[in-house]
């Protein structure tokens, strides 16, 4: 499963195709606010089914090698469209470092391995606010896992519900966690699905026609 960034000016425009008719809906301006009430570092870890998870935020000079080793996998670039040097994966990640800080990139460390990218947003001060009706702190994933070994198995649904989870608790202002992976990413629609999100409108983005996908709060003591 791969998700990627709606933001058009965080990577390369890619040829729009022939699509349906969108789902419209209007955005109503937020108020600007802190991206996260408690770093992502202090997060701490998670016990899941498949180890131990910890979030840990990307710092460039060490993580920079493996990124780019995954941005050029052909099914991550197919969808992230970051294949290529390393410098382009750290313009990417430097982006995220260097700007408002609404979005957090981050490492999923699964029992002491990087195995996975996180990047955990304000998706309510982000441009993807402009395609759905957003709510005050929604809090936006994008994510890819990064060996061949660990997709396909069930672990990419194990760490959305986990990190969601961590989302939620960490944030008690958000009310629910979006996303909008690629509607041709029928894996990653399908694990945010086994993760507890519902499959909420077809969207429009700059770059992609996505699945708007959202786990909310109200729900979360029902799964």
């Not at 840990?56 to 050029?72: G, H, K, Q, T, Y």
């Not at 979006?178 to 694990?191: G, H, Q, W």
Request: net charge positive.
């Amino acid at each position: 499963m791969q998700g990627e960034p709606a933001d058009p000016a965080a990577r390369p425009r890619r040829t729009r195709r022939p699509r349906r008719h969108p789902v419209r809906l209007r955005h109503h301006r937020q108020p600007p606010a802190l991206m996260m009430s408690a770093p992502i570092g202090d997060w701490g870890p998670a016990r899941t089914s498949a180890g131990l998870f910890r979030l840990v935020p990307v710092r460039v000079e060490r993580d920079l090698l493996l990124l780019a080793r995954w941005m050029n996998d052909p099914a991550v670039a197919m969808f992230w469209e970051l294949a290529g040097p390393p410098a382009v994966t750290a313009d990417h990640v430097r982006s995220q470092l260097t700007g408002d800080g609404h979005s957090v990139p981050c490492l999923g460390v699964l029992d002491g391995t990087p195995m996975s990218y996180w990047e955990i947003y304000r998706a309510d001060l982000d441009p993807l606010a402009h395609h759905y009706p957003a709510r005050p702190h929604d809090t936006g994933l994008h994510v890819l896992i990064g060996a061949v070994g660990d997709r396909g198995r069930g672990l990419g649904s194990i760490l959305l519900r986990t990190v969601t989870d961590l989302a939620l608790a960490r944030r008690p202002a958000s009310p629910r966690v979006v996303a909008e992976p690629d509607l041709r990413n029928i894996p990653s629609v399908t694990a945010f699905l086994n993760a507890g999100f519902y499959f909420s409108a077809e969207v429009d983005l700059p770059t992609k026609r996505a699945a708007l996908m959202v786990r909310d709060r109200s729900l979360c003591h029902l799964m």
